[in-house]
């Protein structure tokens, strides 16, 4: 069976927006189930373990400014395949060319937003998933 566990985060931009409830409906229409859901304010050292693979790049500060300048909604989401199956609900990374029909194809950009500022995370592997659990939801 491939039944899995993934990590979503409505980054600040999607809770400053009043987004939080389309994300999830999206999330659940597809069936999958919630199964933790806590909004926090991130601070740096959590950032910087869950962002540990960009750690160096050009974007990485600004991306953690971000991520730290608001509450962020996390989630644990179950389902068949979720992993991949959320990442496709996301879309790619740049809003401006995340197909429609995504999340951030459809909700992703209104101005002159910056790519981080792409409304949603969602974990990459099996292995990603639950390193960025445990980070989020330790001893829940
Ligand atoms: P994803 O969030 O689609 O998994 P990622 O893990 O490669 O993308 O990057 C993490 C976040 O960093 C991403 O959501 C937005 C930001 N980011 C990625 N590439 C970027 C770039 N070239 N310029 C600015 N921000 C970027
Ligand atoms: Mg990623």
Request: hydrophobic share 40%; no cysteine.
């Amino acid at each position: 069976t491939a039944v899995e566990r993934t990590l979503i985060l409505v980054k600040p931009d999607g809770v400053a927006r009043n987004l939080i409830g389309q994300i999830l409906a999206r999330v659940e229409a597809k069936g999958y189930r919630i199964v933790a859901l806590e909004q926090r304010i991130a601070d740096a050292d959590l950032l910087a373990q869950h962002y540990a693979e960009h750690v160096g790049k050009p974007f990485y500060q600004p991306l953690v400014d971000f991520m730290s300048s608001g509450p962020v909604v996390a989630i644990v989401a179950e389902g068949h395949r979720v992993i991949e199956g959320f990442r496709a609900l996301a879309g790619a990374t740049d809003p401006t060319r995340a197909q429609p029909g995504t999340i951030r194809g459809d909700l992703g950009r209104d101005w002159g937003l910056k790519v981080q500022q792409n409304l949603v995370h969602g974990s990459d592997s099996p292995e990603s998933a639950e390193r960025e659990i445990g980070l989020w939801f330790s001893g829940r």
